[in-house]
């Protein structure tokens, strides 16, 4: 389409937005877009905001294809009305609503909930910034039908969101997901919408619902005697100016740890992250400020949690005395490790119980739940599906724990989305148990290594923009589809999976068996020296990933730093072998 179509029907558009229901700030907004940004008035209203299956996310700002106010009750209109048709026979429709401490959160909140109630809904809105998993767990205490929480995430300060959950506090999973699009999509006008009414449906809810929340995070406890004997070590902990704010050191002091430091700068809730580059507990500098304060006070353990408190990043000590960064898959790996261990121990292994990990997350967890002898799930990438599989073995099968490879993780049940509130309560016990045994956190991994075997993983993004990036990556797929290597790096290729053709090929037998899993477009090779490659088209960006993860055996833990290095090696030849 050539620019002066586009700019036609930007034009178009933005004229709606002057002549319609619209307040006058925005269409003070759009009018100078209209007369001196040309470029930003594209960027606002070349296309809709789209609502996906986790809901709405993009840069605030005035148009049809940024987050406002107008936006998010066009969403909202449509998940009422979805949610309407779902349960049509109930007499009265709870949901939930909570926001993160990004700029615009609590005002998108109150549009939301205010929605909500002039539908006709009982709506619990939460009285200041609250964690995602709050929210999730808040869906089930409550007895709610549906529930929203805004937040990015880690995106940068620019950016806001929507997540959309469903009664079993989970994000929406098929067939609600793709039906609540449909249903926003029938949403043409901000006329559709209904901004106000029944107010008195609105519950401010908050310390009541912290209370009990952090209460049942308490029970998952299984170390309280070792943390009584170890309850001064020291931790650091920083919200990076979001919402773990309040309940994280909550939840370590409910647990019995008394010597908990903040880093006071990032105490304060502020959308524009101004000590960070990125709010995102992945990024080292992230931490900064953590580790130094971790150095002056001599510190055992850092933790740092994302803007909406459902991520965890940590930093511990390493045998030079020197502050390190654990990634996503060795905290999770420790995570799981202590449950299982303490599950054992404590004699709750009856049988019936499982953990669960994402398909790109390492193969260290399967590894050690089959040596417990406990049942190990894998899932598609996202942690609704972890969600879906709670649900699915409700009453059945008892989780344990589990999470994925991004800084996310979860145990028990009573919330359905990763969870750093009881990320970070756990981790701090898995540590006081481990000093307990007279090892540090470092040590512990270091242990885990050598029993199960050196786990490591890489991710690299390759990046291709725009339309030709877009089919570039396509045709990617379908050559790797159609044309699988037969080596990777010197190892033969021993079995494919192909999550779109549902699919698992044994190469020596060419048997096949079904993958029970939804479709995705999504590829992995195991090959026969224990790595795995993992080829994943992004969904939300021009990238095409690729993850890697390569085992060897650690005969001491003396030899640790040398056989990393050599698996590193090894990663870097797997990159050379598929031209990365």
């Given at each position: 389409?050539?620019?002066?179509e586009?700019l036609?029907?930007?034009?178009?558009k933005a004229n709606?937005?002057?002549?319609?229901?619209f307040?006058?700030?925005?269409?003070?907004?759009?009018k100078h877009?209209m007369e001196?940004?040309?470029?930003?008035l594209i960027?606002?209203?070349?296309?809709d905001?789209?609502?996906?299956?986790?809901g709405?996310?993009g840069?605030?700002?005035v148009g049809t294809n940024?987050?406002n106010?107008y936006?998010?009750?066009?969403?909202t209109?449509?998940?009422?009305?979805?949610?309407?048709k779902g349960?049509s026979?109930?007499?009265?429709?709870?949901?939930?609503?909570a926001?993160?401490?990004?700029?615009n959160?609590q005002?998108?909140?109150?549009?939301?909930?205010?929605?909500?109630?002039?539908?006709?809904?009982?709506v619990?809105?939460f009285?200041?910034?609250?964690?995602?998993?709050?929210?999730?767990f808040?869906?089930?205490?409550?007895n709610?039908?549906?529930?929203v929480v805004i937040?990015a995430?880690?995106n940068?300060?620019?950016y806001?969101?929507?997540?959309?959950y469903?009664?079993?506090?989970?994000?929406?999973?098929?067939?609600h997901?793709?039906?609540v699009?449909?249903?926003?999509e029938?949403?043409?006008?901000v006329?559709?919408?209904?901004?106000t009414g029944?107010e008195?449906?609105?519950?401010?809810?908050?310390?009541?619902?912290?209370?009990?929340?952090?209460?049942k995070?308490l029970?998952?406890s299984?170390?309280?005697?070792?943390?009584k004997?170890?309850?001064?070590?020291?931790?650091?902990?920083t919200?990076?100016?979001?919402t773990?704010v309040?309940?994280?050191p909550m939840?370590l002091?409910?647990?019995g740890?008394?010597?908990?430091y903040?880093v006071?700068?990032?105490?304060i809730s502020?959308?524009?992250?101004?000590?960070?580059?990125?709010?995102?507990?992945?990024v080292?500098?992230a931490?900064?400020?953590?580790?130094e304060?971790?150095?002056?006070?001599?510190a055992?353990?850092?933790?740092?949690t994302d803007p909406?408190?459902?991520r965890v990043g940590?930093?511990?000590?390493?045998d030079?005395n020197?502050?390190?960064?654990?990634n996503g898959?060795?905290?999770?790996?420790?995570l799981?490790?202590?449950?299982?261990?303490?599950?054992?121990?404590?004699?709750?292994?009856?049988g019936k119980?499982y953990v669960?990990?994402?398909?790109?997350?390492?193969?260290l967890i399967k590894?050690?739940?089959?040596?417990?002898?406990?049942?190990c799930?894998d899932?598609l990438t996202g942690?609704?599906f972890?969600?879906?599989?709670?649900?699915e073995n409700?009453g059945?099968?008892?989780f344990?724990?589990?999470?994925?490879?991004?800084?996310?993780?979860?145990?028990?049940?009573?919330?359905?989305?990763?969870?750093?509130?009881?990320?970070?309560?756990?981790?701090a016990e898995?540590?006081?148990?481990?000093?307990d045994?007279g090892?540090?956190?470092?040590?512990?991994?270091?242990?885990i290594y050598?029993?199960?075997g050196l786990?490591k993983?890489?991710?690299?993004?390759?990046?291709?923009?725009g339309?030709s990036?877009?089919e570039?990556?396509?045709?990617?797929?379908?050559?790797?589809?159609?044309?699988p290597?037969k080596?990777?790096a010197?190892?033969?290729?021993a079995?494919i999976r192909?999550?779109?053709l549902?699919?698992?090929?044994?190469?020596s037998?060419?048997k096949?068996?079904?993958?029970?899993?939804?479709k995705?477009?999504v590829?992995?090779?195991?090959l026969?020296?224990g790595?795995k490659?993992?080829v994943r088209?992004s969904?939300t960006?021009?990238?095409?990933?690729?993850?890697v993860g390569?085992?060897?055996?650690?005969k001491?833990k003396?030899?640790?730093?040398?056989?990393?290095?050599?698996?590193?090696?090894?990663?870097?030849?797997?990159k050379?072998?598929?031209?990365?």
């Amino acid at each position: 389409m050539e620019n002066n179509e586009i700019l036609k029907q930007v034009k178009e558009k933005a004229n709606k937005w002057l002549n319609g229901n619209f307040d006058a700030e925005t269409k003070k907004s759009v009018k100078h877009l209209m007369e001196s940004d040309e470029n930003e008035l594209i960027e606002s209203f070349y296309k809709d905001l789209e609502f996906g299956t986790g809901g709405l996310r993009g840069i605030m700002g005035v148009g049809t294809n940024k987050m406002n106010v107008y936006t998010v009750g066009m969403a909202t209109q449509g998940f009422c009305n979805y949610i309407k048709k779902g349960f049509s026979n109930e007499k009265e429709i709870r949901v939930a609503v909570a926001c993160d401490s990004r700029n615009n959160s609590q005002l998108f909140a109150e549009t939301t909930a205010k929605i909500f109630a002039a539908n006709g809904f009982k709506v619990f809105l939460f009285d200041a910034l609250r964690p995602t998993p709050e929210l999730s767990f808040a869906i089930r205490h409550l007895n709610c039908h549906a529930g929203v929480v805004i937040t990015a995430s880690h995106n940068p300060k620019e950016y806001n969101g929507y997540k959309a959950y469903w009664n079993d506090g989970g994000q929406l999973i098929a067939p609600h997901d793709e039906n609540v699009i449909k249903e926003v999509e029938k949403i043409l006008s901000v006329d559709d919408v209904k901004f106000t009414g029944n107010e008195q449906n609105i519950s401010i809810v908050g310390a009541e619902i912290d209370e009990i929340y952090t209460n049942k995070i308490l029970e998952l406890s299984l170390s309280p005697d070792a943390i009584k004997r170890n309850n001064d070590i020291k931790i650091v902990y920083t919200p990076i100016h979001g919402t773990g704010v309040k309940l994280v050191p909550m939840t370590l002091k409910k647990f019995g740890f008394t010597n908990i430091y903040d880093v006071p700068e990032q105490n304060i809730s502020d959308g524009n992250f101004p000590t960070v580059i990125s709010p995102n507990p992945e990024v080292p500098d992230a931490l900064r400020l953590a580790i130094e304060k971790a150095k002056q006070v001599g510190a055992d353990l850092v933790l740092a949690t994302d803007p909406d408190g459902d991520r965890v990043g940590i930093a511990v000590r390493n045998d030079k005395n020197e502050f390190i960064l654990l990634n996503g898959n060795q905290t999770g790996s420790i995570l799981v490790y202590y449950l299982l261990t303490k599950w054992k121990q404590n004699g709750k292994l009856k049988g019936k119980e499982y953990v669960c990990k994402t398909i790109v997350t390492t193969e260290l967890i399967k590894n050690m739940s089959d040596k417990f002898g406990v049942e190990c799930f894998d899932v598609l990438t996202g942690f609704k599906f972890i969600a879906a599989l709670i649900l699915e073995n409700e009453g059945k099968k008892q989780f344990i724990g589990g999470g994925e490879e991004s800084y996310g993780y979860l145990a028990g049940e009573f919330v359905r989305d990763k969870d750093a509130i009881m990320a970070c309560a756990l981790i701090a016990e898995a540590a006081a148990w481990a000093k307990d045994n007279g090892k540090t956190f470092y040590n512990l991994l270091l242990e885990i290594y050598e029993e199960f075997g050196l786990y490591k993983e890489d991710l690299i993004n390759v990046v291709k923009k725009g339309k030709s990036g877009a089919e570039e990556i396509q045709q990617m797929m379908v050559d790797y589809r159609n044309n699988p290597p037969k080596e990777i790096a010197g190892s033969k290729v021993a079995e494919i999976r192909d999550y779109k053709l549902q699919k698992i090929t044994t190469i020596s037998t060419g048997k096949q068996i079904e993958i029970n899993m939804p479709k995705s477009n999504v590829l992995q090779f195991f090959l026969e020296d224990g790595s795995k490659i993992t080829v994943r088209p992004s969904g939300t960006e021009p990238k095409i990933k690729f993850y890697v993860g390569v085992k060897t055996e650690l005969k001491s833990k003396a030899d640790f730093e040398k056989v990393n290095a050599e698996l590193s090696g090894k990663v870097g030849k797997i990159k050379e072998s598929l031209g990365l």
